[in-house]
């Protein structure tokens, strides 16, 4: 791969985190076209649900500027699909265009494509080419759900937490508005905006009577909001059931509010007699949810840790000290001084006055990844 090809991918890179809020289900996917002495002809990025991927639009936004793209390179962040889902497949475009190359950041883990988008071109006569182990983890991280969806049969799930320094997000009495700043809730509805799905319990709902959508920063849909409510607890006038968007309630009973529009009730499996949570990660990914944001209590955030179903936390530090309150997880203690009980961090910064921490468990992706695609 040459340094022409690393720079478009990273313009490609780019391209697909204008996906981000827009693409969901599908993957966020770049594609810049491009002449072998480096002119770019074209770009795109995928747009909403059942509209044009990202190669079509870079090969529409090549004709509308005049440009043919016969013997054209196409940078693309993700293999390009081969089967007919709601648009036909972006290879066949590739190769009804005429291109003579396509660069590929990284393989489509679905199973209608994995392999079988790059064969085709292949057969079709253009040269196929993959990028370094290092782009290659840059694309999966933009598509760090849609990976998680196809390989684990579970979404990519992140816990948003707000502290103060000593560690509490909540007085004693439960009072937690506001810990951090302005500017970290603004930063929070843009991880909003990223999911695909925010996920709460009964508790919140009813301690908080939050909204759960994305409203401080510009976005095109509204992720599914979900909530865990095991008995149904949830009043028909709670915020979180209302417009825009639609709501999701788990429970363990036969539901026993009145059907309200946008509001869909699930009588899940319980356990310990409360809805089982590997079935409703298994439940998300089946509705196409790739990326799912938990914002709640210290109940549900710690049964999440416990189950091991956490893949990220998403942490503000208010520059305050509290003195007493409620930490956000309830968890077994003592908890064991080992690197398997260790948090790595991949990302902080300074967001107005607060620090924002991103940390994995075991994280998949190189430690010096920041915020691929996170605008």
Request: with cysteine; proline share 7%; aromatic share 4%.
């Amino acid at each position: 791969m040459t340094p022409l090809d690393r720079e478009r991918l990273q313009e490609a890179l780019a391209e697909a985190g204008l996906s981000i809020g827009l693409s969901e289900p599908n993957p966020r996917v770049g594609c810049v076209l491009g002449r072998p002495d480096g002119t770019v002809i074209g770009r795109g990025h995928t747009q909403r649900d059942g509209g044009p991927h990202a190669e079509v639009m870079a090969l529409q936004d090549a004709q509308s500027a005049g440009q043919d793209p016969q013997g054209a390179t196409a940078w693309v962040t993700l293999e390009p699909c081969s089967h007919h889902g709601r648009t036909p497949p972006c290879s066949d475009a590739l190769i009804a265009a005429g291109l003579a190359r396509v660069v590929v950041a990284v393989g489509d883990p679905h199973h209608q494509v994995n392999g079988a988008g790059l064969e085709r071109l292949r057969a079709a006569g253009i040269q196929v080419d993959m990028a370094d182990a290092d782009l290659a983890l840059l694309a999966r991280e933009i598509n760090i759900g849609f990976f998680s969806r196809m390989e684990r049969g579970r979404p990519w799930t992140r816990l948003k937490i707000a502290s103060s320094l000593d560690g509490f997000t909540a007085l004693l009495d439960g009072s937690s508005k506001w810990i951090t700043s302005d500017h970290a809730r603004r930063d929070g509805h843009m991880w909003r905006r990223r999911a695909g799905a925010v996920l709460t319990g009964a508790g919140t709902v009813l301690a908080d009577d939050p909204r759960l959508d994305v409203r401080d920063v510009p976005g095109f849909t509204q992720p599914l909001r979900v909530v865990l409510d095991s008995r149904y607890r949830t009043p028909a006038s709670a915020r979180v059931l209302q417009p825009p968007g639609q709501c999701l309630v788990y429970g363990v009973s036969r539901p026993n509010f009145a059907a309200l529009a946008g509001v869909e009730q699930v009588e899940a499996p319980a356990q310990d007699g409360r809805v089982d949570l590997p079935f409703v990660l298994q439940d998300l990914a089946h509705r196409r949810i790739n990326e799912l944001h938990v914002e709640a209590g210290a109940t549900l955030s710690g049964s999440l840790l416990r189950h091991g179903l956490i893949d990220e936390l998403l942490v503000y530090i208010a520059p305050r000290l509290l003195g007493k309150g409620r930490r956000f997880a309830d968890l077994p203690a003592p908890l064991r001084l080992s690197a398997e009980a260790e948090w790595t961090c991949i990302d902080q910064a300074l967001i107005g006055p607060d620090l924002r921490l991103r940390l994995r468990l075991r994280p998949k992706v190189s430690e010096n990844l920041t915020n691929v695609g996170h605008t």
